[in-house]
């Protein structure tokens, strides 16, 4: 239970702080070609882990995206997963945007009550929806870790500025 306290305390330390970022400008960054994007995206996602080894439970996170180029960019996942053994993840996506899509691979950690840190590697793609100021995105998501494969899926709901 300690490990939801602190989880909950950062997510909402982190929306608070990007609060008034929201206030900024709507406008996107501008290239060539007229092109314009939103270089910032804060999100929530919500889904399911799959059986294996976080046990098919219920998954919730916070994910920040920096976009560097109209096609790349770097981001940060704190993820909690409800679960017996409360697991954590932390990860680091480095992504590839294609219009509506995004192609990510995340080294990260993940931390349970059974054990201390443990590397991994995180595959995944979405495919955003804009929804007025909004966007909502499909993900599917698989870690590789300690030898295991384990299954993400669910959607992630985000604001772009």
Do not use: C
Request: hydrophobic content about 45%.
């Amino acid at each position: 239970m300690k490990g939801l306290k602190t989880f909950v305390f950062a997510l909402l330390l982190a929306l608070l702080g990007a609060t008034p970022v929201f206030a900024e400008s709507e406008e996107g960054t501008h290239h060539e070609g007229g092109h314009s994007f939103h270089p910032n995206v804060i999100a929530v996602f919500t889904g399911v882990t799959s059986e294996t080894r976080r046990d098919g439970s219920f998954t919730l996170s916070l994910e920040y995206h920096r976009r560097f180029t109209e096609s790349f960019g770097v981001g940060v996942v704190a993820e909690h997963v409800f679960d017996d053994h409360e697991f954590n993840v932390v990860a680091f996506p480095f992504s590839w945007y294609l219009g509506h899509w995004k192609l990510f691979a995340a080294p990260g950690f993940e931390k349970s009550d059974h054990h201390d840190n443990e590397f991994l590697v995180r595959f995944g793609a979405e495919y955003a929806f804009p929804v007025g100021k909004f966007e909502i995105a499909p993900q599917v998501m698989v870690d590789f870790v300690e030898g295991e494969e384990v299954f993400v899926l669910g959607l992630t709901f985000g604001k772009a500025f």
